[in-house]
């Protein structure tokens, strides 16, 4: 048990471990409402403490691996739990899989689900694009079950019907026509990842998330679509904002494009709950192209040196 009574280790249904130097990485699969969901602890191999644990959750199109050196920067302080939402990375949904929606109250529910496998009671998040989406609303749910949470690039947004109408369009043939032959082609990682960077990032991260978009399931990449930029959410998202109770940083990046800055100053102005952060010289991966000022002001949000 860490001090905030988290249960570190559960009985998964598989698993496999790697170190790099001081840093341990153990892979798991856990069973999730009929879907094997990839899940993988980021640890300091040799340090012995009871650490809190920080659960990451990802945005549209990616997967775990792309917060793998925030995490790995932050296990001097936390056991960092990094999984792969449903129907995307490396939680595969299968012809036996049960029809399940992709409502964005549902991927809340899954993560609850998740932690409870795990014995996991108080947890940290920390979570990026629309998988802040799903954290804020998990938040209101689930609020006794997180200590602190940081919302990256993310916010609220007015609706537009027709612009709307053609997002969901282009959306539609983004998702659609995807083939693997794309990751033969020349720089098509920096041609892919170009609208959602301000600033370089490694190869390596370019290339693992066009890898992701590219296999990710499409009902589950479609269907998110629909459900994260929607006439609902626009609706919804407000009020879910203005109804956090747990201690909540929103970090923005100044040249976001995707969702632009000002949506996150927002959101943040609806609570004072909520600290607000904007990075500049970044877009919509601030912890990729500027890791030290977004670690900087996480470690100063979660004033982590009283924490273990």
Not at 3 to 8: F, H, P, Q, V
Not at 138 to 154: D, G, M, S
Not at 272 to 281: A, L
């Amino acid at each position: 048990m860490t001090k905030d009574n988290t249960r570190l280790v559960a009985k998964p249904r598989s698993s496999s471990a790697t170190k790099t130097g001081r840093i341990q990485i153990i892979e798991q699969k856990i069973d999730v409402r009929g879907v094997t969901h990839y899940c993988e602890w980021v640890r300091q191999s040799d340090d012995s403490r009871s650490k809190p644990v920080m659960v990451f959750i990802h945005g549209w199109g990616g997967s775990a691996r792309y917060w793998r050196s925030t995490a790995e920067a932050l296990s001097d302080c936390f056991d960092c739990l990094l999984y792969d939402l449903r129907g995307f990375g490396r939680s595969v949904l299968s012809e036996k899989t049960l029809k399940l929606n992709y409502e964005l109250e549902d991927y809340a529910e899954d993560l609850a689900i998740l932690l409870e496998t795990l014995g996991l009671n108080r947890v940290y998040l920390n979570a990026h694009s629309m998988g802040a989406s799903v954290a804020v609303l998990f938040l209101n749910r689930y609020p006794e079950k997180v200590k602190q949470a940081i919302l990256t690039c993310n916010g609220i947004f007015e609706y537009d019907e027709k612009a709307f109408a053609a997002f969901y369009k282009f959306g539609g043939y983004v998702v659609k026509f995807r083939y693997k032959w794309f990751l033969k082609i020349p720089f098509v990682d920096r041609m892919f990842m170009a609208r959602f960077l301000c600033r370089r990032i490694n190869a390596s991260d370019r290339r693992a998330f066009l890898e992701d978009f590219l296999l990710a399931d499409y009902e589950a990449a479609l269907g998110t679509i629909f459900t994260s930029v929607s006439k609902k959410a626009v609706e919804v998202m407000p009020q879910e904002f203005a109804k956090i109770q747990v201690p909540t940083l929103m970090i923005s990046g100044e040249k976001d494009i995707i969702i632009p800055a000002e949506m996150g100053r927002k959101a943040a102005a609806l609570n004072e709950k909520i600290e607000y952060v904007e990075i500049p010289g970044t877009a919509h991966f601030p912890m990729l192209e500027d890791a030290d000022s977004y670690l900087k002001a996480v470690r100063e949000f979660l004033r982590v040196d009283s924490i273990v």
